[in-house]
T-cell receptor, first 114, second 112 residues
Framework: DAGITQSPRHKVTETGTPVTLRCHQTENHRYMYWYRQDPGHGLRLIHY???????DKGEVSDGYSVSRSKTEDFLLTLESATSSQTSVYFC?????????????FGQGTRLTVV | GENVEQHPSTLSVQEGDSAVIKCTYS??????FPWYKQELGKGPQLIID?????GEKKDQRIAVTLNKTAKHFSLHITETQPEDSAVYFCAASKGNNNDMRFGAGTRLTVKP
């Protein structure tokens, strides 16, 4: 398995609270991604990073922010969690653009907003 | 933007039978089509991919076919085994950072 660690693996939080999810990689891959997975929608890209401090929005970025201060860490923050953000979140990494090559996924973080 | 539709949403087969999952895409500029397998409690894992300059690709019991004219591609699994039971996702991309689009997934169950 690719060296990707997501933390926490499970979290329950209250509406309106900030939440930060962490993705840590040991592969030194350039690209890192955050996806959310919901029934009937497959995986949808939230934000991605193509280098340290280089990030951009994905398909469903509203309500989320990210930061990448080191190659190995990519943080996803929900500034004020809402029930619609209850989902399973996956971090992915790739050596090159995943639109062209394999992306490796973490184990996922199940977030419940109550 | 790209839209990927995947059918069926659930598929049940007997061990040893073949399974076929189909996807259609909307953007004719898409040129990379990966398939991912997701086992319970795990992240998706690439099992096979195909690029637009190839019509078919095989890897042991797994094959993918691509019809660019009709804008659809399919995953074929032969001689299915219980360990093939999982959720399978197709995806399509034009090769840019943020344009990969996934299908909704197919839950495959292989009955012993």
């Amino acid at each position: 398995d690719a060296g990707i660690t997501q933390s926490p693996r499970h979290k329950v939080t209250e509406t309106g609270t900030p939440v930060t999810l962490r993705c840590h990689q040991t592969e030194n891959h350039r690209y890192m991604y955050w996806y959310r997975q919901d029934p009937g929608h497959g995986l949808r890209l939230i934000h991605y990073s193509y280098g340290v401090k280089d990030t951009d929005k994905g398909e469903v970025s509203d309500g989320y922010s990210v930061s990448r201060s080191k190659t190995e860490d990519f943080l996803l923050t929900l500034e004020s969690a809402t029930s619609s953000q209850t989902s399973v979140y996956f971090c992915a990494i790739s050596e090159r653009d995943p639109g062209r090559t394999e992306a490796f996924f973490g184990q996922g973080t199940r977030l419940t907003v109550v | 933007g790209e839209n990927v539709e995947q059918h069926p949403s659930t598929l049940s087969v007997q061990e040893g039978d073949s399974a076929v999952i189909k996807c259609t895409y909307s953007d004719s500029a898409s040129n990379y089509f990966p398939w991912y397998k997701q086992e319970l409690g795990k992240g998706p894992q690439l099992i096979i991919d195909i690029r637009s300059n190839v019509g078919e690709k095989k890897d042991q019991r797994i094959a993918v076919t691509l019809n660019k004219t009709a804008k659809h591609f399919s995953l074929h699994i032969t001689e299915t085994q219980p360990e093939d039971s999982a959720v399978y996702f197709c995806a399509a991309s034009k090769g840019n950072n943020n344009d990969m689009r996934f299908g909704a997934g197919t839950r495959l169950t292989v009955k012993p």
